[in-house]
């Protein structure tokens, strides 16, 4: 069985290699989204979180609460339910959107492995308790929560007709020679 108490399951220059991932596919997704109209990015497509925008709007929700986490600063206000409406029209999303990603590379930058030791303790709005993991898997866990909301996201443009860059990891125009 895996232990969720690994020391050392991942590298500061893997953390690095996730945020500037991150940038690069969240950059892909909204350059794509800006061939819809507010209202076509704002139609229930049927995914968990409804729509496009929806989604974007939770995805960087989430974004934010980890970052304040990370960073032992205050989150956004508002649960997962209030996600869905962090920004209320486009150009305030893009724009809070692009320096969340700074955001999360400059912090990455600043990791070393002792900052990834340990484990890290929070209240969980989800959950309505406290809980506590490996600072190294709730940082997976972050990236990973991107991963899945990109992933429904490039799926509704897919279905609406736009063509996303592709999402493989190991074309990211930063890894070419």
Partial sequence: MYSLRMDHPITPDFVRLMAQYNTW????LVRAADGLSQEEREVDRGAFFGSIFQTFNHLLWGDLVWMARFEGVDPPS?????????????????????RTNLR?????DTLSH?????????FSGALGREIG???????VHFFNHQTHHR???????????LRPEDTDLFVMPSLED
């Fill in 25 to 28: 596919q969240t950059r892909s």
């Fill in 104 to 108: 999360i590379e400059a912090w990455a």
């Fill in 133 to 139: 993991r490996s600072k190294a898997i709730l940082i």
């Fill in 78 to 98: 508002g649960g997962i339910g209030q996600s869905v409406a962090l920004c209320p029209n486009w150009d305030s999303f893009q724009g809070l959107r692009t």
């Fill in 151 to 161: 992933g429904q996201i490039h799926a509704m443009l897919t279905a609406a007709g």
């Fill in 114 to 122: 002792d900052g990834l030791a340990g484990d890290f303790t929070w």
